[in-house]
Structure formats: structure tokens, C-alpha cells
């Protein structure tokens, strides 16, 4: 799977990432400088990326779009560190990696992984 990470997830996650056979990038090393958040989506979608975040605003702005793509997996764990999200990440790989691959919206919290298929019809 290929994995654009935004601001909010560490960069130290990568180099698993990559050991697990996955494609992932940092959104710092695409650009020195901000991006809004439409960008980011934006350069997601075109290169078959699922978003990696930690803020709420891309899950809303995916739902208000009616697109199918990027996914993003928003974690909203009390322990951001590498290796906490690491663990929550492969389970959710395991849980949705189905949706993921479909459009999704997947949210990670330390109790569940909750799974919101993309379009979502009843914004």
C-alpha cells in the first residue's frame, strides 16, 4: 500500500513502513513550505496514496467532497509516538484493508477501528 503522511504523524514512521513492503512519504518531503489541506488531498488522489493523519479536518472534507479517494486513516490515539501508531496501524491494515483499497475514511482510536466507506452519502 502507498502512504502520504501529513504533518500530525511522525516522519520516524517510515522506515517501517517501508520494511513492511509499503510505499510511504512525508508530506515535508514534498514541500518545504504548507500546503492546505486541498493540496494535500489533492496530490493523494493523483498518486494513489492513503493519507495518514491526525486531524480531523481531512476526514470532513473527504466526506463533504463525495469522492471515493484518497482514503485516510485518522488516528485519534492518546499516545502519538511512532511505535503506539505503528501497532494501530498494521491493525487497521488487517481490519479495513478491503475498505482502504475501495475509499475509505478509517478512524483508529486505542478502543476501535471504525470504518466509513467513501462516498459518504448522508453529509
Avoid at 504523524?9 to 500546503?35: C, N, Y
Avoid at 479517494?69 to 478491503?98: D, G, H, Q, T
Amino acid at each position: 500500500m502507498k502512504f502520504l503522511l501529513d504533518m500530525g504523524i511522525s516522519f520516524h514512521l517510515i522506515p517501517d513502513l517501508r520494511s513492511d513492503g509499503h510505499e510511504a512519504v512525508h508530506i515535508a518531503e514534498i514541500s518545504t513550505g504548507t500546503l492546505p489541506d486541498a493540496e494535500i488531498l489533492s496530490r493523494a488522489r493523483a498518486d494513489g496514496y492513503v493519507l495518514l493523519v491526525h486531524d480531523l479536518d481531512f476526514p470532513l472534507l473527504m466526506a463533504a467532497s463525495g469522492s471515493r479517494s484518497p482514503s485516510v486513516i485518522v488516528f485519534r490515539l492518546r499516545n502519538m509516538r511512532p511505535e503506539n501508531v505503528l501497532i494501530y496501524l498494521r491493525k487497521a491494515l488487517v481490519a479495513a484493508r478491503e475498505a482502504l483499497e475501495a475509499g475509505a475514511i478509517v478512524s483508529v482510536t486505542e478502543g476501535a477501528i471504525r470504518v466509513r466507506l467513501l462516498p459518504v452519502r448522508d453529509w
